[in-house]
């Protein structure tokens, strides 16, 4: 067993649900409890996306689930030539069937924005993305591809009728706060998603005196330990300093000292 994989593995099941009601989304969130303490050996894959390892690793939970009935994962809808979507999973839960969407994401409050909804100001990393905009793609194309013609046939092929399926997200999230602001209102977001904080590139040198990690993308799931390659101020800097030439806000790890490792974003902007 590869143990970054482990590793990612426990830092994707520790990770909570972004929100616990349904009344900040109108899909319910999957709740029950998904936890295990072994991964099967198909998901020790190399070259893999972020988005893609955590579904593996959803799918890996549900088929070992006692009361799951697996039906399907990643099921292209074709129109012609043409890909209309993907629907992420199909399964059965105390024989209810299922359709389920998954997403893992990484937002920042946003500090230089004004905007007029407490969940307007979760944004991704590079400024490129937010959770306003994941919720409405989710809710205006995602979960309405399961009633497009074209998806008929593919749900009919499984044995089952569209009316019938329970529609669910899983969508977790790790969150991070500005530097020295860390008294945000979350609600209505899960207050324990808070993971980390963010600063700019232009403060870095605030941080001279400590060590740094800076993982790579698959690792940003991990939850910060002491056994990495630590590097100083200097060996650092290099390598952020290109990332944030390329507009692109790396994660990075600060260790204070043996106890204390902090997980943050020094973004670009």
């Known amino acids: 067993m590869k143990q970054e994989t482990l590793l990612r593995y426990q830092g994707f099941s520790k990770t909570p649900l972004l929100w616990k009601e349904s009344f900040l989304f109108p899909y319910k969130q999957l709740h029950f409890n998904l936890e295990r303490t072994t991964i099967g050996e198909s998901l020790f894959k190399e070259n893999i996306r972020l988005g893609k390892l955590v579904e593996e690793f959803t799918f890996d939970q ?10 399907a994962e990643n099921i292209q809808i074709q129109n012609g030539k043409a890909t209309t979507g993907e629907i992420d999973a199909l399964f059965h839960f105390n024989n209810q069937p299922i359709h389920l969407e998954i997403a893992y994401k990484f937002y920042l409050y946003d500090t230089l924005g004004d905007y007029d909804k407490p969940v307007s100001y979760w944004i991704g990393p590079n400024r490129k993305d937010s959770l306003v905009y994941k919720l409405n793609k989710l809710e205006n194309k995602q979960f309405p591809l399961l009633y497009n013609p074209n998806t008929k046939a593919y749900i009919e092929d499984y044995g089952l009728k569209v009316d019938d399926l329970n529609q669910l997200i899983y969508f977790k999230a790790q969150l991070f706060l ?3 602001k860390r008294s945000i209102p979350i609600k209505p977001l899960n207050t324990n998603c808070v993971n980390g904080y963010y600063f700019p590139y232009n403060t870095l040198r605030s ?8 993982p790579e993308k698959l690792d940003w799931l991990v939850v910060p330990h002491i056994d990495v390659d630590w590097v100083n101020y200097e060996q650092a800097q290099i390598e952020i300093e290109q990332h944030i030439n390329q507009k692109r806000s790396p994660m990075v790890w600060i260790r204070h000292n043996k106890d204390e490792i902090h997980k943050c974003f020094i973004t670009w902007w």
């Open 62 to 71: 549900l088929k070992q689930h006692p009361n799951v009935n697996w039906i």
């Open 178 to 180: 500005p530097y020295n």
């Open 207 to 214: 941080f001279s005196r400590l060590t740094f990690y800076i």
